[in-house]
């Protein structure tokens, strides 16, 4: 690649509104990619997570050779990510986290018929990504609550960001 460009990471536990985002994003931002890593599901071994990660990363350094950008929405973590051979092949990698309330993501998961054991594994999860963006995070993770704002809005929001480090 002459110039390296940057990769967008829209993360947050299950139940954020990361899938649900996508088309909306698609539609208002069409110069950029976005993908659902959970799309392969069923195709290859998800648990082998750093494979997995390693090909959604090589995805989108093809994508970035092509002279576009990539928005991945899925949890991935930043010590994930130093982990992947292509890592080096991005300018830098940008992470905004998705959130909702406990109750919103709770009804969001039982619609899905999660066990509760799994729901109170992702509560946890979610306050644990708030309590870290600063940490973990350069520069820190913003938040985006995902409660009782419409999807469109989301987006927009999400987009906003993304021009920041354009």
């Not at 990471?9 to 909306?24: F, L, N, P, R």
């Not at 018929?113 to 993770?141: C, G, H, K, V």
Request: charged share 30%.
């Amino acid at each position: 690649m002459e110039e390296k460009l940057p990769l967008f990471i829209v993360t947050g536990s299950s139940g954020s509104g990361k899938t649900y985002v996508i088309s909306e994003l698609r539609r208002i931002m069409p110069e950029f990619d976005v993908f659902d890593p959970d799309n392969l599901r069923g195709f290859i071994d998800y648990d082998d997570w750093p494979n997995v990660l390693n090909i959604w990363i090589r995805f989108a350094r093809n994508i970035a050779e092509s002279g576009r950008m990539t928005i991945l929405c899925g949890t991935i973590m930043p010590w994930d990510m130093e982990k992947c051979v292509d890592f080096d092949c991005f300018r830098h990698v940008y992470y905004l986290n998705l959130h909702c309330s406990d109750e919103i993501r709770e009804k969001r998961l039982r619609e899905r018929n999660w066990p509760d054991e799994m729901i109170q594994r992702y509560t946890s999860f979610a306050s644990r990504l708030i309590e870290i963006s600063d940490e973990f995070y350069n520069p820190p993770m913003p938040t985006i609550d995902t409660t009782n704002t419409d999807v469109a809005e989301v987006a927009i929001q999400i987009k906003e960001w993304v021009l920041r480090y354009t």
